[in-house]
């Protein structure tokens, strides 16, 4: 949602509202499982090398980031809802 976002090259964390968190959750467990899947699901080279902008992270680094960062988010979402 336009405006939901927070962040500053002062801060160090960055403040995103709860709809687009879920929702940045969903993309990243997708990309996640995009990145590890076979056949014609799985992210090509050049579409990994795009997410990873200037990171230098091969495709098993990238999931496991994309993975770890959507089970933190969603994990302290709910944590918030009061479902941990």
Do not use: F, K
Request: charged share 20%; aromatic share 2%; no cysteine.
């Amino acid at each position: 949602m336009p405006g939901s976002v927070t962040a500053s090259h002062h801060a160090h964390t960055a403040s995103v509202g709860h709809a687009d968190a879920e929702r940045l959750v969903a993309v990243l467990a997708e990309l996640g499982r995009m990145i590890d899947a076979a056949g014609p699901e799985r992210l090509d080279d050049a579409q990994l090398a795009a997410l990873r902008g200037d990171h230098s992270q091969d495709r098993t680094e990238m999931s496991a980031w994309m993975h770890q960062i959507a089970a933190e988010l969603g994990g302290q979402l709910h944590h918030g809802l009061g479902h941990a």
